[in-house]
């Protein structure tokens, strides 16, 4: 018998994992002497040809690749799609 109280419940990973051509929506967080980070809980996607300025903006990237070891990769920018509400 199931508990229904608990059914369907799961936890979100703090070290999300990435595939290769997925297009995901992230939060520009920083910048680094590489150039601009998405931290995505305490997975960090490096992102290429990121406009200047971008920190503190939503934007959709493609990932080029994820190491599901380090929690590290690159993707690559295509759009602004917002700006921190903070």
Do not use: C, W
């Amino acid at each position: 018998m199931t508990n229904s109280f608990l059914f369907g419940i799961g936890f979100r990973s703090k070290t999300p994992s990435f595939d290769p051509d997925q297009e995901i929506e992230l939060m520009v967080t920083g910048k680094t002497d590489e150039g601009y980070i998405a931290r995505v809980g305490d997975s960090i996607l490096h992102i290429e040809d990121a406009p200047g300025g971008a920190v503190d903006t939503r934007i959709r990237a493609r990932v080029i690749d994820f190491d599901d070891e380090t929690h590290r990769g690159t993707a690559r920018y295509i759009e602004t799609i917002g700006e921190s509400s903070f």
